[in-house]
């Protein structure tokens, strides 16, 4: 698949995120590209067509495949990014409403988002989400979103076999990105902490191999790649730079 041709939707774009890195790349190549996020203002991206819609309900879904079809016909590519842990909390203050929550913002939408694969995509059409090392590695306070992200590892397996052959369906799994949303949270820690900002940053790549701080357009490649490749479905990339899971 050569992308330059292509129609591309990207969900989840925020400045700063990792949605928006990889539109910024395949919008230099491309006037094809389509973006979304829950509360996309016109200023945010002034120039790429874009929809603010609720990606986590059925109602939000049909809103979004008509856009779609007034827009474009369809579309060859979706790269999926919405999701993000919402808040650490400790286990046992997790309520039933916010576990929920988590699942539905990084699982029900990405379930919704493949389900309707088949009426937007033409024969050929690929499918990328974006998972996270969080699938892979038990946390005390990010439970949810392990769990969710987890259930996007299983969910991108079980799509694979119905959608193939006319449709792939991969995802990219990176460990923590240093996104404009990580850096402000990183700040605001530090001012609250005491603890110095590269002290906090040190800790949170300290179980990568490849001791830097990955940041958003370091993605592009390998979700390009898992947007173009024939020869895989069902799969997941690791973008965790060797993270150790315990
Ligand atoms: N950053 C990391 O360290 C990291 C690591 C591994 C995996 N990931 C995953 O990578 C993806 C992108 O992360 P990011 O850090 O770039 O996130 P981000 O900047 O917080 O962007 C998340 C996007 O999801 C959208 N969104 C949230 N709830 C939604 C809903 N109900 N319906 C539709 N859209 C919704 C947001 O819309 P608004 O902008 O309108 O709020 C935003 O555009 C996520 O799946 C995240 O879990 C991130």
Redesign the pocket.
């Known amino acids: 698949m050569i992308i330059e041709d292509k129609k591309i939707l990207i969900?989840?774009?925020?400045?700063?995120?990792?949605?928006?890195?990889i539109m910024r790349k395949l919008s230099n190549q491309n006037n094809n590209i389509l973006i979304?996020?829950?509360?996309?203002s016109n200023e945010?991206f002034p120039n790429i067509k874009n929809f603010?819609?609720?990606?986590?309900?059925e109602e939000?879904i049909n809103k979004l495949k008509k856009w779609i079809l007034t827009e474009v016909g369809a579309i060859d590519v979706l790269i999926?990014?919405?999701?993000?842990?919402l808040a650490s909390k400790n286990i046992f203050k997790v309520s039933a409403s916010f576990f929920n929550r988590v699942l539905?913002?990084?699982l029900t939408?990405?379930f919704l988002l493949s389900r309707i694969a088949p009426e937007i995509m033409p024969e050929g059409g690929a499918i990328v989400?974006?998972?996270?090392?969080?699938a892979y590695e038990p946390s005390i306070t990010k439970m949810p979103?392990g769990v969710?992200?987890a259930g996007?590892v299983y969910l991108i397996r079980s799509m694979a076999q119905v959608l193939a052959p006319k449709i792939r369906i991969n995802g990219v799994?990176?460990?923590?990105?240093?996104?404009?949303?990580?850096e402000e949270e990183l700040k605001k820690e530090a001012i609250d902490t005491g603890i110095p900002i590269e002290e906090l940053t040190s800790k949170q790549i300290a179980k990568q191999l490849l001791n830097y701080p990955?940041v958003?357009e370091d993605l592009n490649e390998m979700i390009e790649f898992a947007a173009t490749t024939k020869l895989m479905t069902g799969k997941i990339l690791d973008?965790s730079l060797g993270r150790i899971f315990y």
């Open positions: 969900t989840g774009v925020a400045i700063g995120g990792i949605g928006e890195a979304t996020s829950l509360n996309m945010r603010s819609v609720d990606c986590t309900s939000g999926n990014a919405i999701g993000g842990s539905s913002v990084n939408s990405a989400h974006i998972v996270s090392s969080s979103y969710a992200k996007l799994s990176p460990t923590y990105v240093f996104t404009k949303r990580h990955l958003p973008a």
